[in-house]
């Protein structure tokens, strides 16, 4: 039993790297306070999300719907340490990372850039946390929860870090490429988009969808929510420039300005089309904003990013009033809001992307240079088509070893009591 024990502390001492004095020479103290802020910032944002998507839902799947938020802060918490961020980030080839970084191997406070290695780290685990728990929208209401687990640990291992892989990391191919995204659009919001769209279909509609009416049981919950993103995602756009200073400060000034017009601009596409201007409309106008501008905040200007709001606002209400055409349940408008305003603000970062406001960006379509745009069309298109079909494909896996969906029964019983045992409201 002594030599067990002494094995496994070996091998923990082994992927554990020394340590480093304080105030290593290259890290900046403000900078690093920035990202630690940041970090937390973004965590918050998957608390929110579990409002925002758990007010949407019916009493009965309250806390299911919950769940599949709160969870992935777990599970992909510690996926993250273990391989995500060697998948994601270490050497590898164009396509994806090595193992180089896996458990966390050679990674300490030794500095990267003006903050230490581990605030990097932990910071991008936020990103990779919120993500699969954005997808959980469109098949909210009748996944098994075991089916959950399984889904979103295949899915950030093979579509998630590949792709973050391709866009972020130094060897990957849309980077070397030139493929602009500051915080996400690609890696964040087009992947877990098109993935949502692509599970909604293949799981199917809600028992009852669309005859039945489906009432949310909360929009206060969904509006807190909503708030709780925004906040958020100061520290999700604001964090990406990876010190404090100018860039920061145009990250943050642009995610303002977009969520708002965003939030105008579906208030009143809302009010033209049906005669009323809704809470949960301005609510997912602000966050259709926010999607859209995250690709674009570090490398474009404040009238830019109003424009970007204001066409997030009108295409993804638009996109959402054409689902029932399409016949498809994605409960949440996961791809409508992601898929869409990603797509759209991925496209616009090739339009108004400025070197003025970023030397280390483009001048993009407005400013005469039309091969940006060309790139970004480039990088939607392969992050649209590769998280669609490696979707599928993982769905189909499960669906073969386990199954996917909850029974008839259990649906009509709720998600609450029969995957979880409880129950949110006892009025």
């Known amino acids: 039993m002594n030599r067990r024990l002494m094995a496994i502390l070996t091998l923990l001492l082994a992927i554990v790297p020394p340590a480093f004095a304080e105030g290593s020479a290259g890290i900046d103290s403000g900078d690093t306070a920035w990202m630690l802020t940041s970090t937390a910032l973004v965590l918050f944002m998957t ?54 970084h896996a458990f966390l191997n050679g990674v300490g406070v030794e500095p990267m850039g003006s903050i230490p290695h581990l605030a990097f780290v932990a910071f991008q685990g936020m990103f990779a946390i919120i993500t699969p728990a954005l997808i959980t929208g469109a098949f909210a209401e009748r996944m098994k929860f075991r089916a959950y687990i399984v889904f979103v640990l295949l899915w950030t291992t093979v579509v998630y870090a590949p792709v973050c892989h391709w ?71 604001g964090g990406s420039a990876l010190a404090s200073g100018a860039l920061a400060t145009l990250a943050f000034v642009t995610t303002q300005i977009a969520a708002a017009a965003a939030a105008m601009a579906w208030a009143l596409a809302e009010r033209i089309r049906t005669g009323k201007v809704t809470v949960l409309g301005v609510a997912s106008g602000m966050v259709a904003g926010l999607v859209a501008v995250t690709p674009a905040s570090g490398f474009v200007g404040p009238m830019a990013a109003l424009a970007i709001g204001l066409a997030a606002g009108v295409i993804c209400y638009w996109a959402i009033c054409l689902k029932p055409r399409f016949g498809y349940d994605d409960s949440l408008d996961v791809f409508g809001v992601h898929g869409v305003g990603g797509t759209l603000g991925a496209l616009l970062t090739g339009v108004f992307a400025s070197t003025y406001w970023n030397a280390n960006g483009k ?61 949110a409201y006892h009025l």
Do not use: C
């Not at 608390?47 to 599949?68: E, Q």
């Not at 039945?212 to 807190?224: A, E, F, G, R």
């Not at 745009?373 to 480039?378: C, R």
């Open 47 to 100: 608390p929110g999300l579990a409002l925002f998507y758990g007010g949407m839902v019916r009493s009965k799947n309250v806390l299911g719907t919950i769940m599949h938020s709160v969870f992935a802060m777990g599970l992909v918490g510690i996926h993250w340490v273990v391989i995500g961020y060697s998948l994601s980030f270490s050497q590898g080839n164009s396509f994806i990372g090595g193992f180089g």
């Open 363 to 423: 001048d993009g379509l407005l400013l005469g240079n039309v091969d940006p745009l060309l790139i970004q069309a480039l990088s939607v298109a392969a992050t649209a088509a590769y998280a669609a079909a490696v979707t599928w494909i993982i769905l189909k896996l499960m669906d073969i070893v386990g199954g996917v969906r909850v029974s008839q029964a259990e649906e009509r019983e709720g998600l609450d009591l029969t995957q979880h045992g409880e129950t």
């Open 167 to 237: 866009v972020w990391a130094s060897d990957g191919w849309l980077f070397k490429l030139g493929a602009l995204d500051f915080a996400g659009g690609t890696v964040v919001h087009m992947s877990s988009g098109f993935s949502a769209l692509v599970a909604a279909i293949y799981i199917g509609r809600r028992a009852g969808y669309p005859k039945d009416q489906i009432l949310p049981n909360s929009l206060i919950w969904t509006v807190l929510g909503a708030g709780m993103l925004w906040f958020g995602w100061f520290g999700f756009n």
